[in-house]
């Protein structure tokens, strides 16, 4: 019987794989449209099972201020995340640990 194959992902923060598990997704979910635009959150997911566009970091908030001051949670999500929204998600990842 062959070993079951562990999905890894990369760190947005620090840049180093994890198993899937290990890290937090960060999903961008379609809310609907307002004046011919399309509406989006950004949120935490921590399942890893929500319908949308996910990005992954370390359940550290070093990693979280790294990928923020980068930006690449912008060019993975391909929008622009408000400050507020960084904020919520540190407090998250705060609680968590």
Do not use: H, N
Request: hydrophobic residues 30%; proline residues 3%.
């Amino acid at each position: 019987m062959t070993a079951k194959k562990i999905p890894m992902r990369k760190c947005l923060g620090c840049g180093e794989m994890f198993p899937k598990r290990e890290l937090v997704r960060v999903v961008k979910t379609k809310t609907g449209e307002q004046d011919g635009q399309e509406t989006y959150s950004i949120s935490l997911d921590k399942t890893g099972k929500a319908a949308g566009r996910g990005a992954y970091v370390c359940k550290k908030v070093g990693c979280l201020e790294a990928a923020q001051k980068a930006k690449r949670f912008q060019r993975a999500l391909e929008c622009q995340i408000p400050e507020e929204v960084f904020e919520k998600m540190k407090a998250e990842i705060e609680d968590d640990e």
